[in-house]
C-alpha cells in the first residue's frame, strides 16, 4: 500500500490518495479531494494495472484519459500522483518525494 498527499499549490484542494495492489498486481484506489474535477476523477478511476498504464504514452494513458474527460486543469498534478501512488503500492519504484519549488523570477 502507498499514500500520496498532494497540495497542488494556489487552488489549495488537497488530494489524498490511496493505493493497494492486489495479489495480481491490480491497483485499488480511493482519492478524497475537495475539488469537484478530482471527486469525479475517483469515481471513475478505482482499479487499473500499473504495468499496462505506465508503459503507455501520456496521450493513451487511461489516467490522463480520465482526467481530460473530467475537466481537471492542464497543470494539476493529481494524475501523476496517481500513477506514482500506483507504482510505489505494485512494487514498482522506491516511495520518493516530488517536489515542484516554483518562484517568479522579478
Known amino acids: 500500500m502507498s499514500t500520496v498527499t498532494v497540495n497542488p499549490g494556489v ?47 501520456m496521450p493513451a494513458n487511461s489516467i490522463y484519459q480520465a482526467a481530460g474527460t473530467c475537466k481537471l486543469h492542464a497543470a494539476c498534478p493529481v494524475p501523476s500522483a496517481i500513477l506514482k501512488a500506483a507504482e510505489v503500492a505494485a512494487g514498482m519504484a522506491l516511495p520518493a ?9 522579478q
Open 97 to 105: 518525494d516530488v517536489t515542484f519549488t516554483i518562484n517568479k523570477d
Open 11 to 57: 487552488c489549495q484542494f488537497c488530494t489524498h490518495i490511496v493505493a493497494k495492489a492486489n495479489e495480481e498486481f491490480e491497483v485499488e484506489l480511493t482519492i478524497t479531494s475537495d475539488c469537484a474535477h478530482i471527486q469525479q476523477l475517483a469515481q471513475q478511476v478505482t482499479r487499473f494495472s500499473p504495468f499496462k498504464e505506465l508503459r503507455l504514452p
